[in-house]
């Protein structure tokens, strides 16, 4: 049986619908506002499984105090290039952003900036906060740490994070070059979309939570490590960059004794270099040259494009701010139930 047509919503009414969800389940109106733009740019970008998929999960968390809808977020640093902000359980999308702003502030002061977050939750598509960064002039670097939800070589069971790396790189004529990758073959989001969707997994993607390898989305608890062990390193050393640095372990806690260590929480670490303070006067000129001169090279196949990181998103980006945003019919039903549980009226499909 095919799964059922998608619903696709102007970007501008999907925003103001999300917002307004948000507002409505007690969270700030100024942080509705940035939790909805994360979102929804990952719905632009073509990353369904981080936008507007993602609000039902957010309304839960908010509603089951997860979440913390008016949270006293402090910035907190003794160091001229450091930042720390103690999120207090805001949702990640609001303290990521107020981190990305703080290191960029910084780097422009001392030529690099670098900004913890410890205690917030579910941080969103992470490459929103290292684009935010590079479209500042900056670079940015991000990394996220969080529950342990998948495998490491030699584990029974989940062990580490699907923890997700981002760099972003402005680049004169074109749009950042942005890369955006967890540390698994596959994210759990994606999982749920294969799910919805009745397909198949692809082979060593994921398993069962016992760890058996499964292509059955309807079984597949645990994603599998990018790389095998390639991937599950570098999860286990975005753990100590982000939570351990932090003074807030989340691994060992969540597989020791600690009576709050299943407790939901992530960990992230932002850096911004400026160009100017590395003699890189021209930075964005001489990237957007590096990326033409690669997209220049013979191609291995004369039908396959070569691309760099984030093209292919940002191209999507402008035909859904036109055309507006493909829903899946199970998120669009889940969206109205909630329109209808909070009092907010949903948009009209333009399909």
């Known amino acids: 049986m095919p799964p059922a ?4 919503v102007p970007a501008k009414e999907l925003s103001g619908f999300v917002t307004d969800l948000f507002v409505r389940a007690g969270v700030r109106p100024e942080h509705a506002a940035t939790l909805t733009e994360v979102l929804i ?3 632009l970008r073509g990353v369904d499984s981080h936008g ?7 309304l839960e968390m908010f509603e089951s105090g997860v979440a913390n809808a008016a949270p006293d977020i402090r910035v907190v640093s003794e160091a001229a290039a450091v930042a720390v902000v103690d999120a207090d359980r805001a949702p990640g999308p609001v303290a990521l952003t107020v ?4 290191a960029v502030r910084r780097a422009r002061a001392n030529g690099i900036g670098a900004a913890g977050v410890r205690g917030t939750v579910h941080t969103g598509a992470i490459g929103y906060y290292t684009s ?8 940015g670097i991000g990394f996220v740490a969080g529950m342990p939800n998948m495998s490491y070589t030699g584990v029974k069971g989940a062990a580490v994070a699907t923890s997700p790396l981002s760099v972003a790189v402005p680049a004169e004529g074109h749009a950042p070059a942005l890369l955006d990758m967890a540390t698994a073959q ?3 989001g994606k999982i749920a979309q294969y799910r919805n969707a009745g397909r198949t997994l692809p082979e060593g993607a994921a398993a069962t939570a016992d760890g058996v390898p499964t292509t059955d989305p309807n079984v597949a608890k645990i994603p599998l490590p990018l790389g095998g ?6 999860s286990l050393m975005f753990e100590l960059i982000t939570s351990v640095l932090l003074g807030a372990p989340i691994l060992s806690s969540f597989h020791g004794d600690d009576p709050a260590g299943r407790k939901h929480r992530q960990n992230a670490l932002l850096i911004a270099l400026d160009p100017a303070a590395f003699g890189g ?3 964005a000129a001489a990237a957007g040259t590096t990326l033409e001169t690669l997209k220049g090279l013979t191609r291995a196949d004369e039908d396959t494009e070569i691309v760099y990181p984030g093209e292919r998103s940002a191209a999507t980006a402008e035909t859904r701010t036109t055309k507006g945003v493909p829903i899946a019919a199970k998120v669009w039903n889940e969206l109205r139930t909630a329109a209808d549980k909070l009092g907010a009226t949903p948009p009209h499909p333009a399909n």
Do not use: Q
Not at 132 to 139: D, F, H, K, T
Not at 229 to 234: D, I, N, V
């Open 186 to 188: 596959i994210a759990l």
């Open 99 to 102: 981190a990305a702003d703080e």
């Open 41 to 43: 740019w990952a719905s």
């Open 281 to 283: 006067d021209g930075f």
């Open 5 to 8: 047509p998608k619903v696709v």
């Open 132 to 139: 935010r960064i590079a479209e500042s002039g900056l670079a």
């Open 52 to 58: 507007a998929s993602r609000v039902p999960r957010y």
């Open 229 to 234: 062990t390639k991937g599950a390193g570098m």
